[in-house]
């Protein structure tokens, strides 16, 4: 009969998650994180040793806030959500990867790169070519903002190496083309600083 309750307390559970994450924005989001935090401190009370429900847990909210970032519905909640999810699972690279675009967006330029530092050095088996690709080219992006196009041009360089499929090649030269601009306009500057 314990096995039985202990089940439809998980359904329960499920069904809240579920209603929880469907939720709109509210004006409190930290009230609607905290609900979250009553959800997942119930589901672990019901199983205190299970580490594979927080990676789970983890994983909903990294889906949920990638799924709002691409709609570019909601920034500020988006991180949140991923900051959460990397709460209960430090090790989710994919995470990392969102949460460093979203640090691009926002001009943060160091953090974005140790996002994509963190992305390119992970051995996950949840990251696919196309992570890699990326988080070299937006590292590039970040680099060039900073005043290091030599670094962002390295970095495209092994991106071209890794797309041997040619899939992203529009997407690298696109962004060495960005860096390839901006290094002729700090040629310029520095040509007329002398004049």
Same mark, same amino acid.
């Given at each position: 009969? /314990? #096995?039985?309750?202990?089940?439809?307390?998980?359904?329960?559970?499920?069904?809240?998650?579920?209603?929880?994450?469907?939720?709109?924005?509210?004006?409190?989001?930290?009230?609607?994180?905290?609900?979250?935090?009553?959800?997942?401190?119930?589901?672990?009370?019901?199983?205190?040793?299970?580490?594979?429900?927080? *990676?789970?847990?983890?994983?909903?909210?990294?889906?949920?806030?990638?799924?709002?970032?691409? &709609?570019?519905? =909601?920034?500020?909640?988006?991180?949140?959500?991923? /900051? /959460?999810?990397?709460?209960?699972?430090?090790?989710?690279?994919?995470?990392?990867?969102?949460?460093?675009?979203? #640090?691009?967006?926002?001009?943060?330029?160091?953090?974005?790169?140790?996002?994509?530092?963190?992305?390119?050095?992970?051995?996950?088996? =949840?990251?696919?070519?196309?992570?890699?690709?990326?988080?070299?080219?937006?590292?590039?992006?970040?680099?060039?903002?900073?005043?290091?196009?030599? &670094?962002?041009?390295?970095?495209?360089?092994?991106?071209?190496?890794?797309?041997?499929?040619?899939?992203?090649?529009?997407? *690298?030269?696109?962004? @060495?083309?960005?860096?390839?601009?901006?290094?002729?306009?700090?040629?310029?500057? @520095?040509?007329?600083?002398?004049?």
């Amino acid at each position: 009969m /314990e #096995e039985m309750e202990k089940k439809q307390d998980m359904e329960r559970l499920r069904e809240e998650l579920n209603h929880w994450l469907a939720e709109e924005e509210s004006d409190d989001d930290w009230k609607w994180l905290e609900r979250r935090e009553d959800i997942c401190l119930r589901f672990s009370q019901l199983e205190p040793k299970n580490r594979k429900f927080k *990676i789970w847990f983890a994983q909903i909210l990294r889906d949920y806030g990638r799924d709002i970032k691409l &709609k570019k519905e =909601n920034y500020r909640k988006a991180r949140k959500l991923f /900051e /959460e999810a990397l709460r209960l699972d430090l090790e989710d690279a994919v995470c990392r990867y969102h949460l460093g675009h979203l #640090e691009l967006y926002d001009g943060r330029w160091h953090k974005a790169i140790r996002q994509f530092q963190l992305v390119l050095q992970s051995t996950s088996k =949840n990251l696919e070519p196309y992570h890699y690709i990326r988080a070299l080219c937006s590292s590039a992006i970040a680099y060039n903002q900073l005043g290091g196009p030599e &670094k962002a041009l390295r970095l495209l360089d092994e991106a071209k190496e890794r797309d041997s499929e040619r899939l992203y090649r529009t997407e *690298i030269d696109n962004v @060495r083309l960005q860096v390839n601009v901006g290094k002729k306009r700090m040629w310029r500057k @520095r040509m007329f600083h002398f004049y």
